[in-house]
């Protein structure tokens, strides 16, 4: 055929037409220019356009925008390319773009190795216990007066394992990734790991007016111990033996609706998300709790298509039971299964569609810890020790 241009735009082909699409171009000579946006192709067909460039002679541009790529199509693309100047490849907007070309940067420098970096972000209503959640993860007691969080409290560097509690892995840099978040003053004589990242405030009233801003001498008293914190870290030894092992940087996000607009800008695709609700709640506000839980899967969707998502119900021992805790998934099924995020949801098993939670339970702990390791996106990396380079986070 002497076909130079083919434009499938929004023909929702899937992977299985990526797969027969890349067939057909292991072979094809005359066509130069490729459009496939919005075909739905996902990583698998990517992957297979992908394997067909490494033997097409022809095409010099390929539109590969909205098509839910993630860590695996970009890696295999960019594989792909790492001995050909052409095709030029379009993967999205400026920000999708960017991402690429940092994964083709690190493919060309090689070697590669399997990314141990994410986000783990946990969002979910007010006073669900989100935060009693991460402290448990972290093997941290539970605290009755655990605050609110104001904003978002980021935790750097959690070394992860499966079943024992995760722990920070660099004290040094994890301190300073803290200080460089706070707006707290810190109290005489502490150290940078026990100031919080944000002004937590007093528990939320029950008036609902939330946890109290910070004042304007407490923000700026934090320079000096910022500085400090820059100076310990600078100064501390070389990597531990253990810099390969799988990090997280955890994203605990406050649940007052006056920060949804700044916390859905933190969402990504290469990040794993945790959907937390109150089963207290949803027996006392079965609407407003299932609305709270469908707004957040579809954010993510909207931001962040594609990505893993997992649901947690919390505060276990204050329902009956069983029958309970069934009849909360088919409602949370019935109220959510249309949405897209809902066909990237981890589960507990093919009949349940959330993790029924509780701080007293070694086991549930374990069982978490143990689901979201397991589903740590991966992807390429620069293989120096305790140097690995993410390219969700390069944009």
Sequence with gaps: TSLTTLDLLGNELGSDGGQALSEALKINTSLTTLELQWNKLGDEGVQAVAEALTMNTSLTMLNLAENELGVDGFQALAEALKTKISPTILVGDAVQQNRFRVYRELVEAGPVGPLRRCKLVVVGRGRAGKTSLVRALLG???????PSTWGAEVLTNIMCTAGASWRRHDGQVAELNRCLFSFSDPAPGATAAQVPLLPAGPATPATGSGPAAPSADRIAGTGAFRRLAVDRALAAPGTPDDADAPLF???????????????????SRDS????????????AD??????????WLAAIHTFAPGARVAICGTHKDRVPGP?????MAEDIFQACEGLPSFDHLIRPSADECFFLWTTASPQTQALLRFV??????PGPALCTP?????????C
Excluded: K, N
């Design 140 to 146: 941290q007691p539970l605290d009755p007066e655990q």
């Design 272 to 283: 794993v998300h945790l959907v937390v609700f109150s089963m207290a709640d949803m027996q």
């Design 249 to 267: 940087t955890i994203y605990d996000m406050a649940g007052l609706p006056v920060f949804y607009d700044l916390l859905q800008q933190l969402l």
């Design 372 to 377: 979201l390791l397991s589903t740590m996106p």
């Design 286 to 295: 079965r609407t407003g709790c299932l609305a709270y839980v469908r707004s």
């Design 323 to 327: 029958d309970v805790y069934s009849a």
């Design 386 to 394: 305790g140097r690995s380079l993410s390219p969700g986070w390069a």
